[in-house]
Each structure stands twice: as structure tokens, then as C-alpha cells.
């Protein structure tokens, strides 16, 4: 009976793992296109799309330490019409580090 439990125990964590929605991976890197840049109150806010379409128009903030010069380099992407690859933290939201695509 003990065994039952603990393969079902097993059965029930891998199914909860392939039934989670697949969006931005926690503390990982993606190359993006840029959707929209800008400000939102005292945050900068950067709408992304995955290039590789693991995901679509995700909202992001850029972290609230370097801001200002994310901001600068997501702008400078966006106008020179180049992708961004970014670090997206553990929450899915917040953009760490940020630079300019060489693709």
C-alpha cells in the first residue's frame, strides 16, 4: 500500500509539472522582440514577445536598481529596430539584465 502511495505521489508531481502553463521561465534568458517601451508611474515598462514563441505580449518591468539604463538600451533596440535578449527574474516580470540582440 505504501509503495502505491508514493508511485501515485510521483504520477501526480510530473503531471503537475507537464500541466503548468508554460510562459516565461523563472530566472531565464530570452531573445525578444520589442512591442512597446515606456513609463508607468515610477517603473519602466516593457512589453516583449518571445522570438522563439514561448510567449506573446508579456508585460515586464525593468528592475527599479538600473532602470534608467535598460530603459536607454531597450529604447536605442527598438529604434534601430534590433531584438533585445533578456534575463527575466523568478516572479516572470521583472527584467534583470538586458542587452542588445547581435542577430
Given at each position: 500500500m505504501k509503495s502505491k502511495l508514493?508511485?501515485?505521489g510521483i504520477l501526480?508531481?510530473?503531471g503537475l509539472i507537464f500541466a503548468a502553463?508554460?510562459?516565461v521561465q523563472a530566472d531565464s534568458w530570452a531573445t525578444v522582440?520589442?512591442?512597446q517601451v515606456g513609463q508607468d508611474y515610477a517603473r519602466s515598462i516593457i512589453i516583449i514577445t518571445d522570438t522563439g514563441g514561448v510567449f506573446?505580449?508579456?508585460w515586464c518591468i525593468l528592475h527599479p536598481n538600473n532602470n534608467k539604463e535598460m530603459?536607454?538600451?531597450a529604447l536605442t533596440a527598438q529604434s534601430q529596430g534590433k531584438n533585445l535578449v533578456?534575463?527575466?527574474d523568478d516572479d516572470?516580470?521583472?527584467i534583470n539584465r538586458i542587452r542588445i540582440s547581435n542577430e
Open positions: 508514493i508511485v501515485l501526480v508531481t510530473v502553463p508554460q510562459g522582440s520589442i512591442d506573446t505580449h508579456q530603459l536607454a538600451v533578456v534575463q527575466i516572470g516580470k521583472t
